[in-house]
């Protein structure tokens, strides 16, 4: 039997610490931070709904929330995750059907994206 060297295990997945930062691997994440944002929105929005169908009390409530500086900041985070993540979730589709799956064409897609997302946050800002 031969002696083999012993081998050290990499991580089993990528740490991020050990990785240079990429526009596609910030893209990439933040499709998994939007995402999240939606999902945790849900109770916030099932709140407003009822708050609006509900008793008059229930919808001053929810109006003198929206019209608060908390409200306001909610909404517009809301409305940046939907829009980055309706986005980025695009790109990806297109990248799984073979277009843009080029080194420079996911960059580029993905720098669209982060400045489509910027766009939107900034009129939503001018908006709200």
Request: aromatic share 10%; hydrophobic share 50%; proline share 4%.
């Amino acid at each position: 039997m031969q002696n083999r060297p012993k081998v050290q295990p990499g991580p089993l997945s990528p740490r991020l610490s050990i990785y240079r930062w990429h526009i596609t691997m910030i893209a990439s994440i933040g499709h998994r931070a939007s995402g999240m944002a939606l999902i945790l929105f849900v109770p916030i929005y099932l709140w407003l709904l009822r708050g609006m169908t509900g008793s008059e009390e229930n919808f001053e409530a929810v109006f003198n929330w929206l019209h608060s500086d908390l409200g306001k900041v909610s909404i517009w985070l809301l409305g940046v995750s939907l829009v980055y993540h309706f986005c980025n979730g695009i790109r990806f589709l297109s990248i799984d059907a073979g277009w843009g799956e080029s080194r420079d064409g996911m960059r580029n897609s993905a720098k669209v994206v982060i400045a489509l997302t910027v766009v939107a946050a900034v009129v939503m800002a001018v908006m709200l």
